[in-house]
């Protein structure tokens, strides 16, 4: 079995965070991404316990440096991100899995730690299809776009919450923390996290059939709330739907599509470049 894990900082037990004005600012970094890559780790040992063959881990967070390779458990492989000419994901059809950790709740949620969705300088709100959805959600999406199911997510309550109501027919969730407010937290013991992540790993991956991904839809509109109207103004000359004067919106019927041109790419362009389908890689 071939399983794909996206990681973020936000969501490990023991990440601290405080405001920068406006958005968020990681202040114990080195701790962060060691707690991080623990976690990581923990996964990675029930994965293999439930028989994963391939397990390739992405540091999904910022400039892809997050997760010490050095310290990485040695069956799992590390993908880093940088550049302007890379895919919008680095899931496709040859994965039976794939597996959220260290995630956070969207922009607004009270009790999410560290809360936002995408940028915390940039982006007010996000709706797909008219719902509220954040960063666990658009990475559902993406995953069900090649029809490869989430088994498992963690971060603190709120992102737990938020994949439950994302995925309402079941996925596994680990708890690391319960967020008070956007910055402050009671954080479990890493060990703890460790043995329940191993624990539900293993579990959710011997139990895979019944985990499905999400049915698409015929089609689909990204309406986003900017922080600023200026941001707007740059997405109206990309050729977005101005709907006022801080909210633009996407539309199209190949979400891969739709999402890659929130990420900059013009209609069309991003899944020509990468030969990008529903059933690419499919065995």
Known sequence: MKIHIVTDLEGPSGTNGRSDGIGNKTINIPIACQVLTEEVNACVEGLLAAGAERIIVWDGHGGSNSIDITKLHPAAELGTIGGELYPVTFLDASYDATIQLGAHALQGVADGY??????????????????????????????????????????????????????????????????????????????????????????????????????????????????????????????????????IRIRGTDFIDVWSQYSGWAPGVHNRKFGVTPDRNRR
């Not at 997510?153 to 690391?176: K, N, Y």
Request: proline letters at 5%; a neutral charge.
């Open 114 to 247: 560290m809360n936002h969705t995408y940028s915390s300088h940039s982006v007010a709100n996000m709706w797909l299809n008219g719902e509220p959805i954040g960063e666990i959600g658009i990475n559902i999406w993406k995953a069900a776009y090649f029809r490869v199911p989430t088994i498992l997510v963690s971060g603190d309550d709120a992102a737990c919450r938020e994949a439950h109501a994302c995925l309402p027919d079941g996925v596994a969730t680990v708890s690391t923390k319960h967020g008070i407010a956007r910055y402050t937290v009671i954080n479990r013991n890493p060990a703890a996290v460790h043995a329940e992540l191993r624990a539900t790993a293993e579990r959710a991956l011997r139990n895979l059939a019944d985990y499905k991904p999400k049915t698409l839809p015929d089609a689909f509109e990204l309406t986003i709330q900017l922080m600023c109207p200026n941001l707007a103004d740059i997405w109206e000359k990309r050729g977005a739907e101005r709907l006022d004067h801080m909210t």
